[in-house]
């Protein structure tokens, strides 16, 4: 067994999505605590999203990418849930909001497929109909996919990154008031609880 978690180890800090080009720890909006760092990125500008993502990316969809880091200084692996992983609105005059994040194949739909009148509809996920995908909609499911956070252990001494997709209508001005909730975070191999990270994109949305 303990062969198997050194070669899951290894193979992870091999992939691209452990070896990232920014330090984490200096971007604005992150937590830390138990030798564990939460930070995210944003992608709130078009060209910035163009040239990480190209020109079919999902802010023109009204869709927030957000690039999320989880860097594990401890000696045990962590693992994270990431179906548990909330973005929450919190304007100061109330109206909280939580919302999921989407899959790959969601935001492709919604950036080829766009739905019409998007403020009248709900914050996404929300079925889609039965649609008969092209190729060209595999091609962009499969690069938001390998552009999104790994379902992965992170290794001690490792950084994991990737991308969260998340529905805001193209409504960017709550991003002000944005946190990222991730409640469910575990160490593999030892019983101490973890405490939930709770990330504000600006310090002025931190109560």
């Given amino acids: ?67 999320v880091y989880v860097r594990n200084s401890n000696r045990w692996p ?10 929450e609105i919190a304007p ?8 999921d994040p989407l899959s790959a194949g969601d935001v492709a739909t919604e950036i080829l497929h766009p739905q019409p009148n998007p403020q009248s509809r709900r914050r996404l996920p929300i079925p889609f109909p039965n649609m008969n995908h092209n190729g060209k909609w595999q091609k962009l499911r499969d690069k938001l996919q390998l552009l999104a956070f790994p379902d992965a252990v992170i290794a001690p001494n490792a950084t994991v990154h990737g991308f969260f997709y998340f529905n805001l209508d193209g409504d960017y001005s709550v991003i002000q008031y944005a946190r990222l909730y991730v409640p469910d975070l575990k160490f593999l191999g030892n019983t101490q609880a973890i405490m939930f990270f709770d990330v504000h994109f600006t310090p002025s949305s931190a109560n």
């Fill in 78 to 87: 962590v693992a994270i849930s990431l179906d548990s992983i909330r973005l």
């Fill in 1 to 67: 067994m303990r062969t198997g978690l050194a070669a899951v180890f290894v193979l992870l800090l091999a992939l691209p999505h452990t070896t990232p080009q920014v330090d984490p720890a200096t971007l604005i909006a992150r937590d830390s605590h138990q030798g564990i760092l939460v930070a995210c990125d944003p992608y709130q500008d078009s060209e910035r999203a163009k040239e990480a993502m190209g020109k079919e990316n999902p802010l023109k969809a009204g869709i927030l990418p957000v690039e």
């Fill in 92 to 99: 100061p005059a109330g109206g909280r909001q939580q919302i």
